[in-house]
């Protein structure tokens, strides 16, 4: 899901920095910085001090116990996050960059020290994550003592941001006031540090810190499910979102980015994507902050950072905005889970019945039987393609083809000449390369997007995209946030269709059949084998085919006379893929086994 996000950033002046009777006070300090005492302030010069935070962090110097390490820390300057975002072509990541593990109360006085600096931007950032009142104040930071007041609670962010060029040069911060939350960086700290964290940390909501995610989750969230683990928890996060880059092809080419993905606890609603990053309802934390869970079911912590991670426009044209994201949590999920493909085994109703895998049966009859436009295939979430508002159909239907292609290229491909594991990993960079036109219509990009991926792979893949109804005509107003015309004209076919014929067809002419089922079939090229009659139990409406009796199978066709009336994919119905339910209306005559090569036999 995706949201629009009034982020309400009220900037406020720090007071004047110079405060009247701080002279004498900070007289009492060595150094600038505060961080250790001069030789006059023994026990009970100290409690001259008028300053009571001063006071109190002169007398902890005194006696050995000052949190040195959690008050006074380096920052470091990150890329603007807007300006990021236009280079990838995303939404913006992080803005919450340097948590400083200090906790603000409402009102409280905030004293900083910051080093010396040729000017940089510097702001605190205080968050309040801890309710669903949810506040974002900006405090503007310059070198030397600041002192002011906030207006809300909340975690505490130094926000240095460059816009140009190298990043500014690190810059030494000592925050005098507050309460001490902690941050756990996974990338230093070890997981002791992460349990003292869980147990000692003054405000509900705690900032972990990896190579690529922040995530800002609840100190509760995190003790019911990953009390220890806390470089575990982290290190699942860093490689759901390293999946998303290498996809981008930023690993590839060399750009990963050195700002975070944030994500962040949220106490109303459920999950979305906003302007801020990703953002999940606490109640979901029992799947999201447990490892093991989160490894079994990745799809809605991918999908949310799958959306801040859409290359927009090019990658996310109208009718699509929540189809491109899932080519990210599809591939993770089947990465971290291969026995168990979301789309070939979740039980889910299909034109006849819910049927494991009933999201692919459901497309191919969609486009296969019933010739509709990509973006209109009906499914389970969407029967009713017309609307008075648009035309459109089911989000997970229209992944399959997308998915199907990550199949072909990465899985059947591996180890073969025109195996192509970089496949979206290319078509993703150039999305982010290629220029944005103002085209009149958006199916500029979805034509784009078949060139490119003829091009990537070095294949005229014009069947394919026109079998799954990609390259095909429509003139409709189609589903997304905001609705868009889609038309593709004959002529537009056509053009795309000469490009794509400087490449060779694939070998196989039937990818379309592929799913996580036939992997073996397509990469040994399996001789499809199988006599009539034999090898299924028939019932009323239906054959149950032995899929061991048929070798070789990668789908099944049923027809009345010539016509085409119901597909099925080798394993649908079943997890275990031993059995395939092939469906019979009434008035079928035949039914065909599809080979990989595209091989038909009859199997009545
Ligand atoms: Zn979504």
Known sequence: MMKKLAIISFLICASNLTFAQSENDLSFFNKKNLTSLAKKANQQAIQEIQHPVLREVANQIKNGNYPLGERF???????????????????????????????????????????????????????????????????????????????????????HFYEEGKPFKKLKIHILSGKINGVFDARKDDNNKYQKILSSAHGPVIDLVGKKVHLAYSKESLKNGTPENGKGLVALYDSIIHIQHEIMGLVKYKKEPKNHMFGRVIWKGFMHADGLGAAFHDNTMKDLADINRLRKNSWGVAHEFGHVNQVRPNMKWTGTTEVTNNIYSVWTQYLYNSHSPKLEHEKLKDYDEPKIGGRITAYMESAFVHNQPWLTQAGPDRWDRERKRDWGGDHFVKLVPLWQLQLYFHEVGAGKKW????????????????????QESESYYQLQFVKNACKVSGLDLTDFFKKSGILAPINLIVDDYTVGRMLITDQDIQEVEKYASQFPKPS?????????????????????????????????????????????????????????????????????????????????????????????????
């Open 73 to 159: 820390k380096t920052y470091e300057s990150f890329l603007d996050p807007k300006i990021l975002a236009k280079e990838l072509k995303t939404s913006p990541y992080s803005q919450f960059e340097n948590p400083t593990g200090i906790y603000f109360s409402a009102n409280e006085e905030v004293l900083v020290w910051v080093e010396e600096n040729e000017n940089q931007k510097l702001n605190l950032l205080v968050t309040n994550w801890d309710d669903e009142h949810f506040r974002m104040h900006s405090y503007p930071l310059k070198a030397g003592l600041n002192k002011f007041q906030v207006k809300d609670k909340g975690n505490s962010y130094i926000q």
């Open 419 to 438: 195996g192509n594991k970089n496949f979206y990993w290319d078509i993703f960079y150039k999305a982010i390369q290629e220029p944005v036109t103002d």
């Open 508 to 604: 196989s002419p039937v990818i379309h059949y592929l799913t996580a089922n036939s992997i073996s079939i397509f990469k040994n090229q399996e001789v499809l084998k199988g006599k009539i009659n034999e090898g299924f139990s028939k019932e009323k409406d239906r054959l149950i085919i032995d899929n061991l009796a048929w070798p070789g199978a990668v789908a099944f066709e049923t027809y009345q006379g010539d016509k085409l009336v119901k597909v099925a994919f080798r394993g649908a119905g079943f997890t275990n893929n031993q059995h395939t339910i092939v469906h019979l209306p009434i008035g079928s005559t035949k039914v065909k086994a599809i080979g990989w090569n595209g091989e038909k036999i009859d199997v009545i």
